[in-house]
């Protein structure tokens, strides 16, 4: 499931995790970003980690959420590989022109 790596990233798990580690993981990483523990000149890149460590938590500690995320990759990667040779098939076709 290559596609929640990224989400395993930003709480800083590995792929094989257990409950006990994923929650130690998001309040570390939500210690560590809170707006509220951070000068002001770091706030705001905070505020914004700190959002994107809760949507990788809520993801990653709910089946439902995980299964529609995967989905989402997946046709986000579909409708990338075929714009992909749609463009390829465009610059054959001018290549022979």
């Known amino acids: 499931m290559a596609y929640f790596a ?3 990233h930003k709480l800083w798990v590995e792929k094989w995790h257990t ?3 994923l929650k130690k993981a998001y309040k570390k990483a939500s210690i560590k970003y809170h707006p509220d523990k951070n000068t002001w000149d770091k706030a705001p890149e905070a505020e ?4 994107k ?3 990788a938590y809520e993801i990653l500690t709910d089946d439902w ?3 529609e ?4 990759q997946r046709e986000i990667i579909r409708v990338a590989q075929k714009a992909a040779s749609k463009k390829k098939s465009l610059k054959k ?3 022979k022109k």
């Open 65 to 67: 959420k995980m299964y």
């Open 48 to 51: 914004k980690m700190m959002k």
């Open 6 to 8: 990224w989400l395993r």
């Open 19 to 21: 409950e006990d580690e």
């Open 93 to 95: 076709r001018r290549k």
């Open 53 to 55: 460590i809760t949507v």
């Open 69 to 72: 995320y995967e989905k989402e």
